[in-house]
């Protein structure tokens, strides 16, 4: 009866924000379900870090050397995602797409809680806005692509959010030392999911001393930085020392051709134009809270767009600037009750709607025709594995594009993409850069395993675009057999 009460109250927008979270929902369950093993953000890579880890190998080796795998990312996820996979006895080697699907699920559950978790950080903040069914939508429109893939990043963000409900309640309501506890662990574990947290977090208590004044931002940042070194020491004793070679040295690499991250930057601040402008009158309010947050999104946007200066970064990196921007949001709603019309909130939905990435009248997931070629070619590159591995047996091989590293785990690969990132990228991207990542040392004697038969095959897409890079980077490998939609390529000194 209380949920019929509320159905009654109602606005005719609310009925239009409802219909769109369905809509929303409609094409994230189609996503998931897809047999797609890349929606965004090299899904495969994270996949392939399971299969890995039930292989029983380390998971952050030298990447400098034999097989130059590489992890940017810190471990939690890792092992987090490993260890359900035991748990629900899913075979990642045979079961790609089920775990995949289950990946998939479990981001879109920590979405929904993300954004529901945004609305209790208004709630502790005193804000009593109406408008909790439009903010929960514009929170869903504001973010990508790949918080519902199956990566780290609504993880990452859901312990953000946590220790953002707590540095908040610990600033601003009482001052407990368990809730500073809490927020500093909440921290930790978020910078364990992907570290590039620690520069929001340390903003947070930064921003806060620049308002207030206050010493216990010092203290904040002592605990933050005892707990991080005590992690750091439990990896590097459990991980080894190749652990800080993956996720800090190749994490400061840069491109000499930034064209593309600059068009995400560009496409970044337009979407959020409306946010900020509103960001922005709340930076003029009289009340000392409402300003510390929204200089500090202010902040939030400044440093995730210079972080998609980074090769290989996209829209993801600009989550954590996305709830303090709707957040802001909140409190001008509540604020300004009075003088906000309805004009306003659909032209706001309307102006978010349109540059949202995963939004479409007609989004390509939907389309049957592609949907049954998606799991035509998933179920033919699982097949393959087979043939691929009586082929291969025991030597080397390298495949051109590292998706279909997932179906043929159990062999004897070589990676090292992103020494070659501008060839990955115009492969797998269709962008060509140019990038500095890697020393040319590193390059040359990494190249030098295609020069000396130590990699005796290439397994390369039987496309014009695949087949263009075999003869334009590997000359001395000759066409061997083809198989599915890849050719295998033998090395062939004399050639």
């Known amino acids: 009866m209380k949920l019929f009460n509320r159905f009654k109250l109602l606005t005719y927008t609310d009925w239009i924000c409802l219909l769109l979270i369905l809509y929303i929902l409609k094409i994230v369950f189609s996503y998931i379900a897809s047999y797609s093993i890349d929606i965004q953000g090299v899904e495969f890579a994270f996949l392939h870090n399971i299969q ?242 929204a200089a500090l999104a202010f902040i939030y946007f400044l440093f995730s767009n210079l972080t998609m200066l980074r090769p290989g970064a996209n829209l993801n990196y600009t989550n954590e600037s996305a709830v303090l921007l709707m957040v802001n949001l909140g409190i001008y709603l509540h604020d300004n009750a009075i003088r906000w019309k309805l004009k306003y909130e659909i032209i706001l939905i309307i102006l978010l709607t349109i540059s949202c990435p995963y939004v479409k009248l007609n989004p390509d997931i939907l389309n049957k025709t592609k949907s049954a070629n998606e799991k035509t070619a998933y179920l033919s590159n699982l097949k393959n594995g087979d043939s691929l591995t009586e082929i291969i047996g025991a030597d080397t091989v390298f495949f051109t594009n590292p998706k279909y590293t997932i179906f043929n785990a159990k062999l004897n690969l070589l990676y090292g993409y992103d020494i070659h990132f501008d060839r990955y990228s115009e492969l797998y991207f269709g962008v060509t850069i140019k990038p500095d990542i890697y020393s040319n040392e590193i390059s040359k004697a990494y190249d030098r395993y295609f020069t000396n038969g130590t990699v005796k095959y290439i397994a390369a897409e039987d496309t014009p675009k695949a087949t263009a890079q075999m003869t334009k980077y590997y000359p001395l490998y000759l066409y061997y057999k083809k198989t599915g939609n890849l050719i295998v390529y033998k090395f062939n000194k004399t050639n």
């Open 52 to 293: 890995l880890l039930q292989k029983h190998q380390p998971l952050y080796s030298n990447p400098d050397n034999y097989p130059f795998y590489l992890i940017f990312y810190p471990p939690l996820y890792s092992y987090f995602t490993e260890h359900l996979t035991e748990a629900f006895k899913i075979n990642p080697f045979v079961s790609i797409h089920e775990l995949m699907v289950g990946m998939r699920s479990l981001s879109l559950f920590f979405t929904l809680l993300n954004g529901w978790i945004m609305l209790r950080i208004l709630k502790l903040l005193s804000v009593r806005s109406s408008k909790r069914i439009l903010l929960y939508l514009l929170f869903l429109l504001t973010l990508t692509l790949h918080i519902f893939a199956a990566r780290p990043d609504s993880f990452k963000l859901f312990f953000f959010l946590l220790f953002l409900i707590k540095a908040l309640r610990y600033t601003f309501i009482k001052q407990k030392k368990s809730t500073l506890l809490a927020a500093t662990i909440y921290a930790v574990i978020c910078i364990y999911i992907k570290h590039d947290a620690i520069i929001y977090i340390l903003s947070y208590w930064f921003i806060y001393f620049l308002y207030f004044k206050k010493k216990n931002a010092i203290i904040a940042v002592s605990l933050l930085f005892f707990f991080i070194l005590w992690g750091l020491s439990i990896c590097n004793s459990h991980l080894g020392t190749d652990f800080f070679r993956n996720i800090f040295y190749y994490n400061i690499q840069y491109s000499s051709d930034i064209r593309v991250n600059l068009i995400f930057i560009l496409i970044n601040v337009i979407r959020f134009t409306p946010l900020l402008y509103i960001t922005w009158l709340n930076l003029k309010s009289e009340n000392s809270t409402c300003k510390f947050l």
